[in-house]
DNA sequence: ATTCAATAGGTAAGTAAGTATCGATACGGA
DNA sequence: TCCGTATCGATACTTACTTACCTATTGAAT
């Protein structure tokens, strides 16, 4: 099948449409109903026909000379990201960025619910953090298997994050979103993301180092 | 010139070469002094070939039969990620997220600094959090010249990023890793590194919205 | 000493993503 | 009503990244 709607989106598409959603629900808080491409595209710095490709993938078509539908849009958006229907999850790891993340009460407004958070450390368990209650990490399969839970949330130390993996697999976890600097070793049915900040910094402080290091080369490369 | 240290890397080995790096460094806390790319490719999930091309980039040369020298290669990455030299740093936003990277204390030996913490709640002002102290925001400027800082952290909510962003630019910050969800507008000399939680929760929920609502399709095109 | 297997390194081919261009369409103004 | 312009959608092109392939080198086994 050869439909824009059967091609599969490219992960940097998809990636992108978070942005656009955002922006977008900000357009029609104020009000706005209609938006173009090129407005899209000066306000989020990309070119038209880019966020034109992307907006493809929704099944939005637009009219010339007048743009696309903002509601629209922001609806097909959270269609296909899947935000319309609850992802329950839960959390492994209390630490200061498992709280964190237990705390960002707007990702249940994008599908995600953090039903509970699991830790090994006696002092945390029992505890309630943004209303989430901390359970010892043995009654995880216990509770993925009574709710019929699919994602998993790893924001434990390096060390321990593929015990915990382990742990989920068994315990019957269909997705990881893994904050842990380690590659997680799987079976090759499971979805595994992982957010690596090494990654970022590498790339950050590589870009950082040429710039302080060789400006004379950044400089002869603009001219 | 042509050479393949002339050539910039791609972005994505760029990020690949952290992952390397603790692989590697684990390897040589294990004594291992040699290893191949197909070893490196088997563990971390990448098919030689890759690992191979990615390792070109670090200019280490490898024997045929016997492949890399493990301490080689670990000083080769440290090296080009600018690992060796220290990035000081600040952090705006002393909320959870940001506490959380305060406390990465690991951050120092991949050549990340964090001085200071500044935020607006007055409740946090004068406050150390994991030996940083937290201080006001309109003392960021002065630190910034003080200490000649070229990297801003942004742990802060998504409505004031804007705006601490234009502070950091005004002060005269030269990179910006950014935590909050949205865009941030700033000089074209400017680096950004956008850490949009949101779109990995895109990537994520729309895999597992596909598994779980079209698995027949999914089966299909396996057979 | 010779042969075999493993591995690096370089080149080329293939795939995916981003960008440019062109014709079609719809609104606004002459 | 007609024309100009902004915009969309589709196609073609370019660039970047990945993968495959081929050759050379090295160590080990016979």
């Not at 998993?152 to 976890?173: L, S, Y």
């Amino acid at each position: 099948m050869k439909g824009i709607s059967g091609l599969s989106i490219p992960e940097p598409s998809l990636r992108r449409l978070p942005q656009y959603h955002h922006y977008l629900a900000e357009l029609q808080s104020r009000g706005v109903s209609l938006v173009s491409c090129s407005t899209i595209g000066r306000d989020l710095k990309y070119i038209p026909v880019q966020v034109r490709k992307d907006l493809q993938f929704t099944g939005i078509i637009g009219k010339p000379k007048v743009g696309y539908s903002v509601a629209e849009l922001v609806l097909a958006i959270e269609a296909f990201l899947g935000w319309n229907s609850v992802n329950e999850a839960l959390l492994v790891g209390a630490g200061n960025l498992g709280t964190a993340m237990l705390g960002h009460e707007r990702f249940s407004r994008f599908g995600l619910q953090v039903v509970a958070a699991f830790d090994v450390d006696p002092s945390k368990i029992g505890q309630y953090i943004y209303g989430k209650a901390v359970l010892p990490l043995d009654e995880m399969a216990d509770l993925v298997q009574r709710m019929n839970i699919h994602l998993g949330i790893i924001t434990t130390p390096a060390e321990v994050a593929q015990t915990v993996a382990d742990e989920m697999v068994k315990a019957g976890i269909q997705a990881i979103w893994n904050f842990a600097p380690v590659k997680l070793n799987v079976p090759e049915y499971m979805i595994v993301h992982n957010e690596d900040l090494y990654s970022s910094l590498a790339s950050l402080s590589c870009k950082l180092a040429k710039r302080f290091r060789a400006p004379l080369q950044e400089n002869l490369r603009l001219n």
